[in-house]
């Protein structure tokens, strides 16, 4: 395998947000961050000294930074806040990166549903939590390797799943200490089952976005007042979900840690690893407050059943989204390996869908590359066949990009360049062509 520890650094936090219902005050974004900027969230964090960097969907802000990349020009009246027009390549996802080798918070609000210009200053105050993260708990942060394993087929697993969150629900509602002590408990017990059950690498991919994750929607969440976001509900079977879900998870447990023990975030200061579910575990076995609480028999038996429907409804869903991709209208293209497998580079996982066969749906972004050269599918669907056992991280045999309009292809000296909406591809190799096909073939 390679370049996942590289790609998992730049990946951390993204998200993709629906159609956009209205226009970003990118402005009152800034005035808005600099505002709950000021509250103390966490030891030590300081998001109003990082740099942040958004895309509102015209325009990419940049604030805070001590040397703007060239093409930025300073906002009249407004300190230390510079514009470009247009999207700026370091802008590609939601997460902590480097901008002119500057650590920095960068978030696309193009497309903010209706979100509240607080709601997306909190957005980015996650992203900046993120850059703190990787400077103060560098031992955080899940292995994306791991994430294309993950078992999703199994309904008791499944259901087990559901009902420890109903569990941690019902721990974060209880006005008494004595009952959230006891739901606590009750959902601890759940995941110890259920971590028993599945690989060991699957359960600490869980407690690692939950650290990395969960942790940065706490600190989100809790900057303008927003309740838990997990509900009884829970969340899909599939792959990316178990993610979105570690977001929630952990968010929940750190309330959690919050209510029961007020030195949680120097313990975890202290120890640089660990999680919290065990974090929580410890301080519960120490406290006295004990009462009975259980699902009831038919709860259960619900939960079992309907993780079935949704494993199967989920299997269904892959397979239609996949059909649905290779019959898109336009032309398609099609990136093939020689020798050398297309390495990942970068990708959504919060956008991806595992097909099965060593196939992954990549429904937003994927940048590949290798010797031959590199090519970037962002706003657009493109389809990835694995090279190895691995479905991405032993490399990329092909890619497959279809619906496209008139894509431009000229070659010159064997150097392939392939423009088209969402797409950008530079290769040397050789081009074939068919009706509505495109192929390039590296050596």
Known sequence: MRRACLLIIFIASTFCLSAQQHPVDALKVIQEFDRIAARDLWPGFEPAKTPIE???????????HPSPPDGF????????VYLY?????????????????IPTATADVSNPRNSSAEELAALL?????HVFEHQRYPKWGANEVDLFTYPVDNPALLAERRLESAALVRALGAKDDKDANCWARRALEIRA?????????????????????????????RSIGKSAALTADDFPPDQGQVRQRGYATGQAL??????????????????????LDELLSDRLRGMTIHATCDFAAEESDAAVARARRDIAESAA???RQKQEFLDARGTRIEIVAGKEPLWPNAFDPWNVMILGNNEI??????????GSGTIEVLGHSALTEAAGTHPLFNGVHRLIVTGLADPKVSVSEGKVTLTASGVKATFTGTVQREPNVVRIVLP
């Open 54 to 64: 958004f895309y509102d969907g015209i325009s990419t802000y940049l604030c805070n």
């Open 73 to 80: 020009r300073p906002v009249p009246g407004r300190r230390n």
């Open 85 to 101: 027009a247009g999207q700026h390549e370091t802008v590609r996802a939601n997460t902590g990166t480097e901008v002119n080798g």
């Open 125 to 129: 105050l996650h992203e900046a939590f």
């Open 193 to 221: 089952k259920r971590f028993g059950a599945i690989p060991a690498n699957a359960a600490a991919y869980e407690r690692q976005v939950e650290l990395f994750e969960g942790l940065a929607q706490y600190v989100q969440f």
């Open 254 to 275: 750190g309330l959690l840690l919050e209510r029961f023990d007020p030195a949680w975030k120097s313990k975890l200061g202290a120890e640089q690893g660990g999680s």
């Open 317 to 319: 869903n892959r397979k």
């Open 361 to 370: 749906l990549h429904t937003r972004w994927i940048k590949l590359g290798n």
